[in-house]
């Protein structure tokens, strides 16, 4: 069982969202500011949609954390959906429904049709209210104070974005260390910040810009790859005895849950597949000045039978295009089953840079349990102390 559970809870255009973070220990230092700012940085990104103009995401919280810590009880927060104005007679929770918004075509490549299916809907809004991105608002405000937890112990996560369709970036994180990789990881995320793209290649970040703007002009979408990575991380976090033990499966577990997301891979997961064991493998050193051992390339990613080895942790992850087209594909009608156009929702071109976001929340909350689960403690002084110790 985790020892660190979080819920969301929450439509696209109801009235808010709502998140509860189970397990965080006590005293742990917590900021609004902090919060709010991932929550700001999930809505940048060249090629959103009109939505980010209309919400300015802010987390309330509700309870479990008393002047500026966390008091070890349930920490719950809610942000309001601004747009709640426009809907609150379409999405009221009690009354007869107007007939207005209705959706009875479903969009390829959404939950529409086998969520209608499933639950018995005959308006697929009741669907895609919930299966909207709209949701990970709130596993990025949770993931921000999972994150305050990680960085008082001098765990530190960032991300950026290496591929846009079609155009790539060479600057990946596997490569840390390596010449063409020039910037420190503790640097990376103020780059990455100051991208439209996210994309810490300025030759490249043109590039994708120019992309996304020809699928906007086109009425298209594209997706994408981004890179997760947290650094200064013990060696220890994990463990081989059970697959659902293993690092790596619950990380896999946790980016696949992140709506479009379609590929996870730790390392050089998929490259590494396609060379020889004496190319891939990464050999062992030891430094008897600082008493460690070390490698000289990445290419697991920081895991290696589902345990943290000491190197940087290198997730990628792969988001296909946006389902809601602006240039609707083919449909058929709930109902009569006639042939038609999907419906049109409000939407973006892309989403990759806002997803490499919300991968870091999410990264956060993963590596948060299994510091937990490792050093153990219902104070954040208790977990400090052990975890120092066994940093010796």
């Known amino acids: 069982m985790p020892k660190l559970r979080f819920f969301t809870a929450g439509e696209s255009h109801g009235q808010g969202l709502v998140g509860t973070l189970e397990g965080l220990p006590a005293n742990t230092i917590i900021s609004t500011d902090k919060i709010n700012h991932q929550l700001w940085r999930r809505q940048q990104g060249y090629g959103r949609g009109g939505r980010m103009k209309i919400e300015t995401d802010t987390a309330k919280i509700l309870t479990g954390v008393r002047h500026g810590k966390s008091l070890g009880s349930p920490i719950s927060l809610f942000i309001e959906n601004r747009d709640w104005k426009n809907w609150e007679k379409i999405m009221a929770v009690e009354g007869d429904n107007p007939g207005k918004k209705l959706v009875e075509v479903p969009r390829p490549g959404h939950a529409d049709l086998s969520g209608a299916i499933k639950y018995n809907q005959t308006d697929m809004r009741n669907i895609l209210e919930r299966a909207s991105a709209r949701e990970t608002t709130t596993r990025v405000a949770l993931g921000a104070i999972a994150r305050q937890f990680l960085d008082a112990l001098g765990i530190g996560i960032a991300s950026h974005v290496l591929q846009i369709a079609d155009v790539k970036s060479e600057k990946s994180l596997i490569r840390y260390g390596s010449p063409q990789w020039d910037i420190e990881l503790q640097e990376l995320n103020d780059r990455a910040d100051k991208s439209p793209v996210r994309c810490i290649d300025t030759q490249i970040e043109g590039e994708m810009i120019a992309l996304i703007e020809k699928a906007k002009q086109e009425r298209d979408t594209c997706g994408g790859i981004f890179e997760?990575?947290?650094?200064?991380?013990?060696?220890?976090?994990?463990?081989?005895?059970?697959?659902?033990?293993?690092?790596?499966?619950?990380?896999?577990?946790?980016?696949?849950?992140?709506?479009?997301?379609?590929?996870?891979?730790?390392?050089?997961?998929?490259?590494?597949?396609?060379?020889?064991?004496?190319?891939?493998?990464?050999?062992?050193?030891?430094?008897?000045?600082?008493?460690?051992?070390?490698?000289?390339?990445?290419?697991?990613?920081?895991?290696?039978?589902?345990?943290?080895?000491?190197?940087?942790?290198?997730?990628?992850?792969?988001?296909?295009?946006?389902?809601?087209?602006?240039?609707?594909?083919?449909?058929?009608?709930?109902?009569?089953?006639?042939?038609?156009?999907?419906?049109?929702?409000?939407?973006?071109?892309?989403?990759?840079?806002?997803?490499?976001?919300?991968?870091?929340?999410?990264?956060?909350?993963?590596?948060?349990?299994?510091?937990?689960?490792?050093?153990?403690?219902d104070s954040f002084e208790e977990i400090e102390q052990r975890y120092l110790e066994w940093g010796k």
């Open 228 to 377: 997760v990575v947290a650094y200064n991380l013990p060696i220890g976090l994990g463990s081989h005895v059970h697959w659902d033990r293993r690092l790596d499966a619950q990380i896999a577990a946790a980016m696949m849950g992140i709506q479009a997301m379609k590929g996870v891979e730790i390392g050089d997961g998929f490259g590494g597949a396609c060379r020889f064991g004496s190319q891939v493998h990464d050999e062992i050193y030891f430094d008897e000045a600082s008493n460690h051992f070390f490698r000289k390339q990445n290419n697991a990613g920081g895991l290696e039978g589902g345990i943290t080895n000491g190197m940087p942790l290198v997730v990628r992850v792969a988001m296909k295009p946006i389902a809601t087209l602006m240039r609707p594909l083919d449909s058929v009608e709930l109902i009569s089953k006639k042939p038609v156009k999907a419906h049109v929702e409000r939407s973006d071109v892309t989403a990759v840079p806002a997803a490499a976001v919300i991968g870091e929340a999410m990264l956060a909350l993963v590596l948060a349990d299994a510091v937990l689960d490792k050093f153990g403690g």
